[in-house]
């Protein structure tokens, strides 16, 4: 397994999130990374290395799967931020309005709030002094990890990184995510030669960046288990019956799952999706690695324990597909490193 890891993760540290209308100190946290980092290197899991992505390379991905305007504000945005107000650099940046339906997205507001709100979807997802670098780092090492895999040069790869990415959409963050790394690896992959890519999402949480990007192709498969949107986070996206649209109708699956599932019915769920994945053909799977389905986990409502994590592995690795593993949710601090690192070793074993 060769594990790509993001050194510039620690520059993101946000401080609070606006939960039910009070700030609370960020669950998404530089722990998070450090306990899986820790595990990774307690077994001595394959190969651990930095991105060397050059920044031209770096910048034409980004364009292939975030919108020009929506990058152009992300990366200046916390200058934005300070020049607001000198002491706006001891807090950070959380948008507080947004566009209604009917109300124009396509103007470019000169206000930073409006802004703001035009590019994001919840207050929950705090933007600091460094979270354009991490996102930026973090990007480059999903797409390092998708072109090992794609140029044959190892079998599975892990991309390790935070913030994480399967909220954010072409031209929106949130739920802690603000560039889409699932998506830019799964695109990677078709541009290293793979004609048909699955992207599996494992996370608690539904992943509803990613399926709004692929959601009108057809050469890009989108599966999601996650808890049922009617209660679960992100709400408004994620039911069973988005299938995609245009030429990509029918490439979208949706599995939702009710809060308090265990790993009976979550397995199950996964049967189905990896099934799906092999009726369509896929000539390389993107992992979508949320590990917040375990059952201590602060934020989620699903029953796996840590032993669960390996039979995973092991049912990911039964697809036999060249895989790239990218790192998502999981707020368990504690057990997210044992977790985590429970899927690849079985992945790897297998």
Do not use: K
């Amino acid at each position: 397994m060769l594990t790509l890891h993001n050194p510039l993760h620690r520059l993101h540290q946000g401080r609070h999130e606006m939960f039910r209308g009070h700030l609370v100190p960020c669950h998404e946290t530089v722990q998070r990374l450090d306990h899986v980092l820790a595990e990774l290197q307690r077994r001595a899991l394959g190969v651990l290395r930095t991105p060397t992505l050059d920044e031209a390379a770096l910048d034409a991905a980004l364009a292939q799967i975030h919108h020009p305007r929506y990058l152009q504000f992300i990366a200046h945005a916390w200058d934005e931020w300070v020049a607001l107000a000198p002491e706006n650099a001891a807090s950070d940046a959380l948008p507080s309005v947004w566009p209604a339906p009917g109300m124009r997205r396509d103007v470019l507001p000169e206000s930073f709030a409006a802004r703001m709100g035009l590019f994001s979807y919840d207050a929950g997802t705090p933007l600091t002094a460094g979270s354009w670098q991490a996102a930026r780092a973090g990007a480059a090492c999903a797409i390092e990890a998708a072109s090992a895999v794609a140029t044959g040069a190892v079998r599975g790869a892990f991309a390790l990184s935070r913030p994480p990415g399967h909220h954010a959409g072409t031209d929106f963050f949130g739920g802690y995510c603000f560039l889409n790394n699932a998506a830019l690896a799964a695109q990677a992959l078709r541009d290293g030669g793979c004609a048909r890519v699955a992207v599996l999402d494992v996370d608690y949480h539904h992943g509803n960046g990613t399926q709004a990007i692929f959601y009108e192709r057809a050469d890009v498969l989108t599966v999601s288990i996650h808890g049922d949107p009617l209660t679960e986070y992100p709400f408004f996206l994620g039911h069973a019956d988005e299938r995609g649209a245009g030429a990509g109708l029918g490439f979208n699956l949706n599995l939702p799952l009710p809060r308090g599932t265990g790993f009976a019915g979550w397995r199950g769920a996964l049967r189905t999706g990896l099934e799906s994945i092999r009726e369509f053909g896929a000539d390389a799977l993107v992992v979508a690695l949320g590990v917040d389905t375990f059952e201590g986990d602060p934020i989620s409502g699903f029953r796996l324990r840590t032993a669960d994590y390996a039979q995973v592995g092991r049912d990911i690795a039964g697809a036999a597909l060249p895989t790239v593993f990218v790192f998502e949710g999981g707020y368990a601090v504690a057990e997210v490193g044992l977790n985590t690192v429970n899927v690849l070793e079985a992945f790897d074993a297998a």
